[in-house]
């Protein structure tokens, strides 16, 4: 699978939208983009995944550029429950093959 | 629906010791994966079952790591003879899969929080 970058941390403030970017200079035309969330103590949970379009359902948008080089993961109207590391990982669809997962990025709600 | 579960949900054991962790996953998902996060270190993968086959087992760390599937349902990850740097949260994930159906979205379990002293 091809290897994302993310910041490691950041902040939003409770009620605004929060913007987390994923690079993944490196993908392939059959791969497509996941983001995952991990909730302290909890199991990861699925968000929403894309291929080249952008994509929206009841927790997010993911926004995928052109060139598929980056994506955004837009969590719109963020709450204090949205603190958690969200993951971006690149893998191709339809397969039953292991995640992989980087070191995310800690996004941090404030009041 | 019931999602994945996993128990115990805590085991302290001594060095030496054998464990096991069990899986219960979601009904009807025929795929089944196990992995683990060591503190301060980010999730890897393990073992992968489709069915009571296990087509990928190269994330296990060392031959003292063996798990078992059976009945295309619960699964145990047997750790033997634990060391210190096995104690980690334990993971299980469940996918649907079915010939021709797209099913790769993976739910996972809340973990087993195991520390060996």
């Known amino acids: 699978d091809a290897k994302t970058t993310q910041p490691p941390s950041m902040d939003c403030a409770e009620g605004r939208a929060a913007n987390l970017p994923c690079n993944h200079s490196?993908?392939?035309?059959?791969?497509?983009v996941y983001w995952y969330r991990q909730i302290h103590s909890q199991g990861p949970q699925y968000i929403i995944h894309?291929?080249?379009n952008n994509e929206t359902n009841e927790m997010a948008s993911l926004i995928i550029t052109e060139d598929r080089k980056s994506s955004t993961l837009i969590l719109p109207h963020a709450t204090l429950r949205d603190t958690a590391v969200y993951y971006c990982?690149?893998?191709?669809?339809?397969?039953?093959?292991?995640?992989?997962f980087g070191t995310g990025t800690r996004l941090q709600v404030f009041p | 629906g019931a999602g994945v579960s996993q128990s115990p949900s805590n085991k302290v054991t001594e060095k030496g010791k054998d464990v096991e962790l069990r899986c219960d996953p979601i009904s009807g998902h025929t795929a089944l994966y196990w992995y683990r996060q060591s503190l301060g270190q980010g999730l890897e993968f393990l073992i992968y079952f489709q069915g009571n086959s296990a087509p990928d087992k190269s994330g296990l760390p060392s031959d003292r790591f063996s798990a078992e599937r059976t009945g295309g349902s619960v699964s145990t990850l047997t750790i033997q003879r634990t060391q210190q740097e096995d104690s980690a949260v334990y993971l299980c994930?469940?996918?649907?899969?079915?010939?021709?159906?797209?099913?790769?979205?993976?739910?996972f379990g809340p973990g087993t929080r195991l520390t060996v002293l």
């Open positions: 994930a469940s996918s649907p899969w079915a010939a021709g159906v797209v099913g790769d979205t993976q739910y």
């Open positions: 990982i690149v893998r191709v669809a339809k397969n039953t093959d292991k995640l992989i």
């Open positions: 490196t993908i392939s035309g059959n791969e497509y």
């Open positions: 894309g291929l080249k």
